[in-house]
């Protein structure tokens, strides 16, 4: 006959697992995992997945539920957070401490009751280094750095979100600098924060790409919030895209001590939305004084010119008038010289034979008349040389004040007050600095189609 067998209820095998589990495993164990899902409980209570995959091939090699009840969780949260810098969230390795815990219903899971950041602070860096060592690798990491910025940047795409403070401090100190200059901004919205932010920011520069002729240069505002919110700025994907992308990338992302993987790629990084502005307002400021005395030169220069030209014409022509004078009085004194021997010679000749007395006469009218038409040779010749080099020379000038007369054209400040810059004056002066103005003052303010006077109150 058979031994009849002992046999278990499903609860009964579950229970007889809880207490093994609880009598051979009832310490708590330091535990290095990744968290692959985190949800916080209306009730205080944060449930996780923890997991860990192969180091090579990436595949998930163990899985377990975990827990950290409301009493421990409201403690943990902060401390991790403020230590860190980041929130607990999917994709972090952190090292936790935990009971082993078996119930009969819900099965096997861990009962966190402690956690160390400093363990996740070094994977974060571990995982920043290896990002940087391989945007180098890649050959992209000096790239957006090395591009130039236009003279006068002030086509602006600007990626954040519209309810973003910080999109709304860039705006209001952008478009209503004190200095009126003109800027044209598109905002192409994103997530900044949180577990949609890296797909969300690389479609929005993806987006500008498309349109791309339209824009100077990206603006990623982002402004306020905690540290912890930075972690996407740190991702390869991310910083990949802006150190390729064709345009200048400027980050103001809000954090005065931080400093993310985006920020070593773009072509420049500055602290804060507000200071993005600021630089690209100096920007403006800077072209705008480089025009004013780039055209003060050009003025003085073609003035410069012109003088020199009129005074060296001068010079040429009293020059020439006084060798046309001096020919012509040599000239005549040797004719008048030849004439006035004339009677001695034809006394001297009277008794010599009529034929050679005629012959005589012939000789001293021959050269009579070449001695008249010498000076006037010189002279016609002096005059045809006079009229070449002149119109040589006003033609040479001509060219030159044409040229100026161009380039005046090109830097006339009605072509450039269409471009949206305006000229502000007081008493007919031009105001280039905020503190020549005072209460009281009545400005001119000079568009391209007209002026507007307006009081300083």
Known sequence: MVEKQKTYSLKELNLLVKETLSQYLSQA???????SEIKEHYSGHCYLELIQKDEESDNIVARARATIWSYSYRMLKPYFESTTGRKLSPGLKVMVLAQVSFHEVYG???????IEPTFTIGDLELKRRETINRLIADGVFDMNREQTLDLLP?????ISSPQAAGYEDFKKQLLGNKARYRFSIKLFEAVMQGEDAENSIIQALSNIYNEIDRFDLVAIVRGGG???????????????????FPLPVITGIGHEKDTTVADLVAFKAVKTPTALAEYLIDLASEAEQLYLTLLDSLVELSTSYTESSKSQLIVYADQLKSASQLTVFHHKNRLTKTWSSLPVLAKFYMFKSLSQVQGLKEQVKSAAENYVNTPKIAIEKYQK??????????????????????MIET??????????????????????????????SLLTTKFWDGEVKSVVK
């Open 108 to 114: 096997y899971s861990l009962n966190i009751i402690d």
């Open 29 to 35: 164990y330091w535990i290095v995992g990744e968290i």
């Open 154 to 158: 002030n086509r602006v795409a600007i």
């Open 411 to 440: 830097m006339n400040p009605i072509n450039t007050l269409k471009k949206g810059f305006t000229i502000t004056m007081i008493d007919g002066k031009t105001i280039k600095s905020a503190s020549e103005i005072g209460e009281g």
């Open 385 to 406: 040389d006079l009229k070449k080099y002149t119109l040589q020379t006003l033609s040479a000038n001509k060219q030159k004040v044409d040229f100026f007369g161009r």
């Open 226 to 244: 905690a540290s912890a919110d930075l972690s996407c700025f740190d991702s390869y994907s991310i910083a990949s895209h802006i150190a390729q």
